[in-house]
């Protein structure tokens, strides 16, 4: 399983947006489906909230890959 952290610059990212910017998802409208397929989950659990709002200390899981949110370096 590849493993990566996001460096999160403010409050929340939503999910959507985060699959878009990993280029884990070619398009917002992909992400969007990927999510709505059960295809992500965060914190183990499987998220169907497009836009659920990733906060530091989530773990996203998409196929084979882990994303980190992580607070940005001071």
Do not use: P, Y
């Not at 409050?11 to 295809?39: H, P, R, T, Y």
């Amino acid at each position: 399983m590849a493993k990566q952290v996001f460096r999160l610059d403010r409050e929340f990212i939503e999910l959507n947006v985060l699959l878009k910017l990993l280029a884990l998802a070619s398009s917002g409208g992909a992400a969007k489906a990927m999510v709505a397929e059960g295809l992500v989950t965060v914190d183990g659990e499987v998220e169907t909230r497009k836009t659920r709002k990733l906060r530091v200390g989530h773990v996203v899981r998409v196929a084979d890959e882990e994303i980190q949110i992580a607070a940005a370096e001071a």
